[in-house]
């Protein structure tokens, strides 16, 4: 039943398929970014080097999962609707004190980074993003949380005037998905406004999402409006949809299949090469070290 209307991650045939640029929108994509070479980010001394090629913009701009837009990869036209200014984020829950922050209130307090990721969708392609934002733990400790908080979910703007896909009944909006605190304050969790040294554009979650890169994909939530501080394990919308396939722990972990497809490898979007996918998709040496004393827990699923 449920299955039925979850095409994007549901589908084998998905993670199969060569995508559908079609050449038109390459073409007007060319012309609308222009040109512009690749800032200098990467490669040399940094603190999370990503082993590949960053994916080309174009790749990364243009094919996107934002179900509040559409389930089609190719929605980058239709989030343009996505009104990002004016915008303000909620603390909420287990703080010392509720408060709104625009978006230049929390920018004026944060210091800007780039780092450069792997990110890896729960549907076995991947990409590699040069992000600008902030550590997660920055955010944190600007809302001082009280000592009983446990989890931190993160809540996606749901807005029916610009965001067709709201329309679509049996998806439990609005989109939700939370990490541990621990896990929100470890350095490789980020908040990313920036790509490619340009602001966030809407498609890929603007202006202000979270990336976790040793995850899978659906708990980097997009364009966020509220930041929630909770005692207890939430449910995130995936895992309200359907738990056994998307559950709160979500690491990446190649021995560890999808119930309906593997995922032991992964296809780069940008070369379209298919390569090995890596436990923690890589970053088992800063993260592993959360999850090393917790039987019982499906931690990659
Ligand atoms: N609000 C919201 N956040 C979301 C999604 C979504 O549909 N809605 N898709 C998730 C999934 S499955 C992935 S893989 C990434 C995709 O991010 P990208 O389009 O920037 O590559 O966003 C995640 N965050
Ligand atoms: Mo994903």
Redesign the pocket.
């Known amino acids: 039943m449920l299955i039925k209307v979850m095409r ?2 549901e589908l084998p045939e998905n993670c199969a398929s060569p995508e559908g640029f079609s050449l038109g929108r390459r073409a007007l994509l060319a012309t609308a970014l222009a040109t512009t070479a690749l800032p200098s980010f990467a490669h040399a001394g940094e603190k999370y080097a990503a082993g590949r090629d960053i994916t080309p913009e174009k790749n ?2 243009t ?7 559409s ?1 089609d ?1 190719d929605l980058w036209q239709e989030a343009q609707a996505l009104k990002m200014d004016p915008w303000s984020i909620s603390f909420t829950g287990a703080v010392e004190k509720e408060q709104t922050l625009s978006l230049s209130e929390l920018l004026r307090q944060v210091t800007l980074e780039d780092r450069v990721y792997r ?5 076995a ?1 991947s ?1 590699v ?1 040069p992000w600008t934002g902030f550590p997660m733990a920055k955010l944190v400790a600007l809302a001082a949380p009280l000592s009983s908080a446990k989890y931190v979910a993160f809540t ?2 749901a807005d029916k005037k610009t965001m067709p ?1 709201l329309r679509m009944p049996f998806y439990p909006w ?2 939700v ?1 939370s990490v541990t605190m621990a896990e929100a304050m470890n350095d490789l969790a980020f908040i990313p406004t920036g ?1 490619y040294g340009r602001s966030l554009p809407p ?3 603007g202006p202000i ?3 976790l890169p040793w995850k ?9 409006i509220k930041v929630s501080f909770l005692e207890k394990r939430p449910i995130g ?2 895992e309200q949809l359907q738990a056994s396939e998307y559950g709160f722990w979500a690491n990446v972990n190649p021995a560890v299949s999808h119930p309906r497809w593997s995922q032991a490898s992964e296809r780069d979007i940008g070369t379209g090469k298919r390569i090995p996918t890596q436990l923690y998709n890589g970053y088992g040496e800063f993260v592993a070290g959360l999850y090393a004393d917790m039987p019982g827990e499906k931690l990659y699923m």
């Open positions: 994007g991650w990364a701009t094919y996107n999962n934002y179900y509040e837009f389930t990869k990110h890896r969708c729960v549907e392609w990409m993003v996606t703007l896909g609005p989109y998905d790509m498609q890929n979650g999402r979270i990336h899978y994909g659906f708990k980097s939530v997009k364009s966020i919308m995936w």
